[in-house]
């Protein structure tokens, strides 16, 4: 079979590939778009691909450029762009997508195709220089990080000192002459690390970044979430090629990350994260806190009453949960994908109850969907007696419970405090999928930065951990070992408590009284008896 045969398209009228060939995001996408939902164009180079490259990477290389160029080509058809244009240029995402759901496990490039020429062509297509420089300066980090292994600190530094000098707090927040100013700092920090300047051949990026999304499906973290979950790891990973399209865009623009459902409590509600004038990675990385949902609502109702119809289309077609990431673009909403979503063991069973109630599916698919969960110890935690109780912190809620040890504040040391057996919360500024194997084996989980939707929310929420993420009165002092709010320190292997519904974090280990699920157990207990 030659390379051509494993590449497909993302279009309302495309054939519907199997997962096992495109890979589940892929399959998942071509399903929107064949709803006729509002889904950038692309095209996906199949899971194939990917075992070839790791079979023989040099030939697999060899052909790249040339399959790229022609798969291009039906994109830049399509939305009257060029990829490497000086005067209209096409730019374009590269995300991976196994045939199996691994959120965060592997790598995403953004803004493939921006260089010195494309970025003038930027400036003419869009009038807006505060878009091109900001996504340039994105592509330089992310490039140097993901292709090259770069550390983050040095471009994190830099972006901290001209924060300092804007005298803002946040990257959104600085305007088109400072973004300026710090991509050429990025461009020196890259050619500093890497050794070469960064590459203005778009294409060169674009073979760059298709193979170090391959790549990342051995990354070690790919790696011990396939451990975990019991995944082949022979399947590979489909890379997927989509235009552009830009929630940094301004003021009616952003990012966001939703649940069709809650997925803590299997409440029957939409769960959204949102930052406006931001791009998905600022959402999902863990590195920022998501909180303009309810602004969103207000500045742009029309988006909302779409996200709405959205939520209510993807449920009917795919008769689960669905978690789906999107961006809007000057108003206008589009999706990016969705996938079943991960929850923890009581939404489960609760939503497979709901869902067989409202006829999505039936009673027996509803028994065969908790078929693996242990109902016996499917359970809430609540602090029984709240009085005289006065939280040292709040953040966000992300989790269902309340969690109770002794703060670790790195992978080792929540390692070394486990082989105790002693409970422990993971504590970090911001969470990352390279933590799984730390989440995995913690009570609970607190951040200072990150949304309820990040990948290591959604990792700890379906490992059924308490978790509350951006607590910005919070502060990891790592010279004391200890955590920090006011004047108040609480130093690593001390005890806190987390309530992963209200956000409170408490010094110590208040009582707490357990709540069983009965009603939906109930529910499934009448159905066993009616199937028997």
């Known amino acids: 079979?030659?390379?051509?045969?494993?590449?497909?398209?993302?279009?309302?009228?495309?054939?519907?590939?199997?997962?096992?060939?495109?890979?589940?995001?892929?399959?998942?996408?071509?399903?929107l778009a064949r709803l006729g939902l509002a889904v950038p164009e692309a095209f996906v180079l199949g899971t194939a691909t990917c075992r070839a490259w790791f079979t023989d990477v040099e030939a697999t290389r060899a052909t790249l450029r040339n399959l790229l160029r022609d798969a291009l080509a039906g994109i830049e058809q399509a939305s009257g762009l060029g990829f490497g244009s000086p005067r209209r240029p096409l730019l374009v995402s590269v995300r991976s997508g196994a045939p199996v759901s691994m959120p965060g496990m592997m790598d995403t490039l953004l803004d493939i195709g921006l260089c010195d020429a494309t970025l003038r062509g930027l400036l003419r297509l869009t009038g807006n220089p505060r878009l091109a420089w900001d996504s340039y300066r994105r592509l330089v980090q992310q490039f140097a990080e993901v292709v090259h292994q770069v550390d983050p600190a040095p471009f994190r530094d830099a972006l901290e000192r001209q924060l300092a000098r804007e005298g803002v707090r946040a990257a959104r927040e600085l305007d088109f002459r400072a973004l300026q100013s710090l991509t050429q700092g990025y461009l020196e920090i890259y050619a500093e690390h890497v050794g070469r300047a960064f590459p203005q051949d778009p294409y060169e990026q674009l073979e760059a970044a298709v193979g170090a999304v391959f790549q990342s499906w051995m990354s070690a973290r790919a790696v011990e979430y396939r451990r975990q979950n019991a995944i082949d790891g022979d399947v590979g990973t489909a890379v997927t090629v989509q235009r552009m399209v830009f929630g940094n865009a301004g003021g009616t623009s952003g990012a966001g990350v939703a649940f069709t459902r809650d997925p803590?409590?299997?409440?029957?509600?939409?769960?959204?994260?949102?930052?406006?004038?931001?791009q998905g990675e600022d959402v999902v990385s863990g590195r920022s806190t998501g909180g303009d949902a309810e602004r969103m609502t207000r500045v742009l109702p029309a988006v909302a009453a779409n996200l709405a119809e959205t939520r209510r289309a993807l449920e009917q077609e795919f008769r689960d949960v669905q978690e789906f990431e999107f961006t809007v673009q000057d108003?206008?909403?589009?999706?990016?994908?969705?996938?079943?979503?991960?929850?923890?063991?009581?939404?489960?069973?609760?939503?497979?109850?709901?869902?067989a109630h409202a006829g999505l599916i039936t009673p027996r698919e509803a028994l065969e969907r908790v078929a693996d969960l242990d109902l016996g110890s499917i359970q809430r935690v609540r602090i029984a007696a709240r009085e005289g109780l006065v939280p040292l912190s709040l953040g966000i809620p992300a989790g269902l419970g309340v969690a109770a040890g002794r703060v670790a504040l790195d992978a080792a040391a929540a390692q070394r405090l486990g082989r105790r057996a002693v409970p422990v919360i993971l504590v970090r500024e911001d969470l990352s999928t390279e933590d799984i194997g730390a989440i995995a084996n913690c009570a609970g989980v607190l951040t200072v930065r990150g949304s309820r939707t990040a990948h290591a929310a959604v990792v700890a929420r379906q490992l059924g951990k308490p978790c509350v993420v951006g607590c910005g009165a919070l502060s990891v002092d790592p010279v004391r070992r200890a955590l920090r709010v006011g004047s108040t320190f609480v130093a690593e292997g001390e005890e806190i408590c987390l309530d992963a519904e209200s956000g409170e974090v408490f010094a110590g280990r208040p009582k707490i009284l357990v709540e069983r699920p009965d009603e939906y157990l109930q529910a499934l207990e009448g159905w066993r008896a009616q199937a028997a």
């Open 331 to 355: 108003a206008r909403l589009y999706l990016l994908q969705t996938r079943t979503g991960k929850r923890t063991p009581w939404a489960a069973l609760r939503i497979a109850v709901e869902l």
């Open 1 to 31: 079979m030659s390379a051509a045969q494993h590449l497909y398209s993302i279009a309302p009228h495309a054939a519907l590939a199997v997962p096992e060939d495109i890979g589940f995001k892929a399959h998942n996408l071509l399903r």
């Open 264 to 278: 803590t409590t299997g409440e029957n509600r939409l769960y959204v994260d949102f930052l406006f004038n931001s």
